[in-house]
């Protein structure tokens, strides 16, 4: 995700997107140079924290890598913020190839 990001910083600081990050992942993005609003960890709260954004209308789009053959150690809120992108009709991309298409239309 981080390498993801980095290698496409250019394009989300001249499009001027507002990154917001679980706290590890955001840490990561802040020693790289970027600038980003950092949540909780995700296991403390973060990806709530986000979908809670979501929910208000402040996220356009979701990249949440996640490793389908591994176990987060917060699932549920992994599942959480999935299902509420679907219910809020928010875009979301769980693998480089999806998050390659939502850079494109940027």
């Given at each position: ?60 789009m979701v990249i949440f890598f996640r490793d389908p053959l591994g176990k987060h150690p917060h699932e ?8 509420l992108c679907d219910v809020h009709n928010i875009p979301l991309a769980t693998n480089h190839a999806a ?8």
């Open positions: 995700m981080v390498a993801f990001i980095k290698d496409h910083a250019p394009l989300f600081q001249q499009k001027n997107i507002d990154l917001i990050a679980t706290g590890t992942t955001g840490s990561h993005l802040e020693r790289a140079g970027l600038e980003v609003m950092r949540m909780e960890s995700g296991p403390m709260g973060g990806d709530a924290q986000i979908a809670s954004r979501l929910v208000e209308g402040k996220v356009d549920v809120d992994v599942n959480m913020l999935m299902r998050a390659m298409r939502f850079v494109k239309t940027l």
